[in-house]
C-alpha cells in the first residue's frame, strides 16, 4: 500500500503541469454520458489503407469507414457493380490505394461542412466526398503527375483544390535514362476547378515547373487570397539515394503561385493542350450508380507562359509543412532538417517582388532574397519541424518529428510558450479549423506514427494513434489517446452542427432512377437475355421478393438487383447468396445495389439478409434453384 502511494506521489510530480501531465479532470473532459453527442467531427485519413476514418471529438470514438480508394467489404464499395467505376483509373481498376491530406470545402475562408477532398498517393487522384450521407461522390484522377502526396489543398472558397506532384518524372512519359533526372525530369502542379453547387471537379489547367519534389501547400487568406504556396525540395535535383543527396542545400523553396493570375491566362486560351489520359469517376445520387469516363486533353502552361505568377522564396531546409495563419500575412515553413521554423511575410513577399531584386531565376523563376521576405524564425524550436496549425488566438503549433513534441509558439514575437511530448512521432497535427481563417481552437489533435507501449500488444503490428490535448488554456493538457485505422496521417475537423443539419436520414424512393430499380413488391420480377439473368427484387422487414427462383443454368451470370423499400432511417437490407465471388451487399433505404454471381454448380441454393434488420431478420431468407440444363426458362414465386 505504501510503496503504491509513494510512487503515485512520485508520478504526479514528474510530469509536472505541463510535461504531457494528464490534468485530473482529463476523464470528464473527454467523457461524452450515453446519449450525449460529440462537439466535433474529425475526419482522419487512413493513409496506406486508402480510407477516411470519421471520429468524434473529444470522445475519440469512431463512427465510421468512408471508403475512398481502396475497397471496402463492410460497404461493399468497388464490389458492387454500381461502385466499381469509382476505382477505375487510366491503369485499369485498382483496389487499394494510399490516403494522407484530407481538406474541407471552405467558403469565405472557413469550413462549411460540404466536402471532403482527399488525395490517392500512388495512382495519383483527388476524391470528393459528400458529408450529407458520408459517401464518396466523385474521383478525379491527376495525369503527369506521380506520387500525388502534395494534395489536395482548397483555395479560400474552394474555387480550386490544387494538387502538386511528389515525384518529378518526363512529361510526357518517354522511355529514357534515369541519370537525365536535372534535364529531362519535370514537376507538375494541378489546378483543379470546383463547381461551387454541386462540388464536381475538373483539372482547369496544369503548369510545368522544375523538376523538384513538391509537398504540402496552403492557399492564401484575405490579402493573400490570390496566391497558394507550396514547400518544394530535392532542389538538388537527386534522383538517387535521396537521404542523403537532396539533403545537401541548406535551402529549399516554398514556391509562390498566383493562381488568380494562372487562371485568368489560362481562361484566355495560353498555353497548349497536351493529349493525356485521366479517369473522371462520378458516382449520380440519382440512379445510385457510378460511370468512369477517360478524358483526354489538359491545358499545361510553363513557366513562359505565366511570367510573374511564380516565385520561389528560399527557405530551410527540406520543408514539409507550408502553412498560412488565419490573417493570410504569415507563411509558415516546416523544414524537416531545420534548425529554425521561419516564417515568411506575404507583405514583405509583395514588396521584394516589386522592388524587383532577386538572387537568381530558376527556369525563368525569380528567387526571392530569404531575408527580404523573413518576418522571423522561431529559434530552438526543437527538432524536425513538420506541420503548424493555428488557434485563432495568435499561437502556433508546431509538431516536431524527431523530438517527438507540440510545440506552441506567438505569432507576435516567434516566442516559444509552451511544449508537450506526443507519444510517439508526431506528423501531422490538426486543430479544428486550424488552417482556416477561423480555427475553432479547442483541442490539438495529434497524428503519431509510432505506438509502441501505449496499447495492449497485438503482434508485431500495432495501431497507430492521436492524441487529443485541451488548449483553452496557456498550457495544453493531454487528455486522451485513441488508436486509428492505417496510418492516420492527417485530419480535418469541424463543429458537429454544421454537418448533422445537412445529414440524410434515407434516400427518396419515388427519386430512385437507377436503371434496375424495382419501386413495389408487385413489379418484382426475373428476366432472362441470352445467359444473363437480371433478378428485380426488393427487400422490406422481413423478406425479399421474390424469394423463390428457377430456370437459372450453370454458366449464367445472374445480376441480384436489390432495391430496399424501407423508408425509414437506420434500416439497411443485406444480400449474401452461397458461392458469391466478389460480394454481399448492404442496401440503404430507397437505394438500389447489383450483385453479380456466376453460379457453378447445379443444386438449390440458399440467400439471406445480412444486416440485422428485425425480430424475423433469420426468416429472411429464399432460395434459388440452379440447373445444368434444361430449358432456362426463369420463373419466381410472385406476390
Ligand atoms: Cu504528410
Redesign the pocket.
Known amino acids: 500500500m505504501l510503496v503504491a502511494a509513494l510512487s503515485l506521489v512520485s508520478c504526479s510530480k514528474d510530469e509536472g503541469p505541463s510535461g504531457g501531465a494528464l490534468s485530473g479532470d482529463a476523464a470528464s473532459r473527454v467523457y461524452v454520458a450515453p446519449g450525449q453527442k460529440d462537439e466535433f467531427y474529425s475526419f482522419v485519413s487512413g493513409g496506406f489503407s486508402g480510407q477516411l476514418a470519421v471520429y468524434g471529438i473529444p470522445s475519440g470514438r469512431l463512427f465510421r469507414v468512408i471508403p475512398v480508394f481502396s475497397v471496402d467489404p463492410e460497404k461493399g464499395w468497388g464490389f458492387t457493380e454500381e461502385t466499381k467505376p469509382m476505382l477505375n483509373t487510366s491503369h485499369g481498376f485498382v483496389p487499394w490505394d494510399d490516403a494522407?491530406?484530407p481538406d474541407m470545402s471552405q467558403t469565405s475562408g472557413v469550413a462549411d461542412g460540404k466536402w471532403v477532398f482527399i488525395n490517392g498517393n500512388n495512382t495519383p487522384r483527388i476524391a470528393r466526398i459528400d458529408l450529407t450521407d458520408f459517401r464518396t461522390k466523385e474521383i478525379l484522377e491527376i495525369p503527369n503527375s506521380a506520387g500525388n502526396?502534395s494534395s489536395p489543398f482548397s483555395t479560400e472558397n474552394s474555387e480550386y483544390v490544387v494538387s502538386g506532384t511528389r515525384f518529378s518524372v518526363p512529361i510526357p512519359q518517354e522511355d529514357i535514362s534515369i541519370t537525365q533526372y536535372s534535364e529531362k525530369f519535370r514537376g507538375a502542379l494541378t489546378f483543379v476547378k470546383v463547381d461551387k453547387t454541386s462540388g464536381q471537379m475538373d483539372i482547369d489547367f496544369q503548369l510545368l515547373v522544375p523538376g523538384f519534389d513538391y509537398?504540402?501547400a496552403r492557399a492564401g487568406k484575405g490579402p493573400s487570397h490570390d496566391w497558394m504556396f507550396m514547400s518544394c525540395y530535392n532542389t538538388e535535383q537527386a534522383n538517387t539515394m535521396k537521404e542523403i543527396n537532396a539533403s545537401q542545400n541548406d535551402k529549399d523553396f516554398i514556391i509562390a503561385i498566383n493562381w488568380k493570375k494562372c487562371a485568368e491566362l489560362a481562361a484566355q486560351g495560353k498555353g497548349t493542350m497536351m493529349n493525356v489520359d485521366y479517369a473522371h469517376n462520378v458516382y449520380n445520387d440519382a440512379t445510385h450508380s457510378a460511370t468512369s469516363t477517360i478524358k483526354k486533353q489538359i491545358r499545361i502552361l510553363t513557366t513562359a507562359d505565366i511570367k510573374g505568377a511564380l516565385y520561389y522564396m528560399p527557405t530551410p531546409k527540406s520543408p514539409?509543412g507550408c502553412d498560412v495563419d488565419p490573417s493570410g500575412e504569415l507563411i509558415v515553413g516546416g523544414g524537416k532538417l531545420a534548425t529554425v521554423i521561419p516564417v515568411m511575410s506575404f507583405s514583405k513577399m509583395l514588396k521584394a517582388i516589386e522592388s524587383g531584386k532577386f538572387d537568381k531565376e530558376i527556369d525563368g523563376i525569380p528567387v526571392l532574397n530569404y531575408k527580404d521576405c523573413l518576418a522571423g524564425e522561431v529559434v530552438r524550436p526543437g527538432l524536425g519541424p513538420?506541420?503548424t496549425e493555428f488557434d485563432g488566438k495568435g499561437y502556433a503549433y508546431t509538431s516536431m518529428f524527431v523530438s517527438s513534441e507540440i510545440v506552441k509558439w506567438s505569432l507576435k514575437d516567434f516566442k516559444v510558450v509552451d511544449r508537450v511530448p506526443t507519444y510517439y512521432s508526431i506528423?501531422?497535427l490538426n486543430i479544428p479549423g486550424g488552417n482556416s481563417t477561423k480555427p475553432w481552437g479547442k483541442y490539438v489533435i495529434a497524428y503519431n506514427k509510432i505506438t509502441k507501449d501505449r496499447y495492449l500488444p497485438t503482434g508485431p503490428e500495432l495501431t497507430q494513434s492521436a492524441q487529443l490535448f485541451d488548449i483553452s488554456g496557456d498550457k495544453m493538457k493531454l487528455l486522451l489517446d485513441f488508436p486509428t485505422i492505417g496510418e492516420p496521417?492527417?485530419a480535418v475537423a469541424c463543429p458537429a452542427d454544421l454537418i448533422m443539419k445537412n445529414s440524410r436520414k434515407m434516400y427518396q424512393l419515388k427519386e430512385n432512377k437507377h436503371p434496375h430499380a424495382t419501386l413495389k413488391e408487385a413489379d418484382t420480377k426475373v428476366v432472362r437475355s441470352g445467359n444473363e439473368v437480371h433478378v428485380y427484387m426488393t427487400s422490406i422487414r422481413s423478406h425479399f421478393s421474390p424469394d423463390n427462383i428457377e430456370g437459372v443454368k450453370v454458366g449464367d451470370k445472374v445480376y441480384w438487383h436489390v432495391t430496399n423499400l424501407e423508408q425509414d432511417w437506420d434500416v439497411p437490407h443485406g444480400f449474401a447468396v452461397i458461392g458469391a465471388n466478389n460480394s454481399e451487399l448492404l442496401i440503404m433505404p430507397g437505394e438500389t445495389c447489383t450483385m453479380l454471381w456466376e453460379p457453378k454448380r447445379a443444386g438449390v441454393f440458399p440467400f439471406y439478409c445480412t444486416d440485422f434488420c428485425s425480430a424475423l431478420h433469420q426468416e429472411m431468407q429464399g432460395y434459388v434453384r440452379v440447373s445444368n440444363g434444361g430449358s432456362g426458362q426463369v420463373s419466381w414465386n410472385k406476390k
Open positions: 494522407h491530406h502526396h509537398d504540402l514539409h513538420l506541420h506528423g501531422h496521417h492527417y
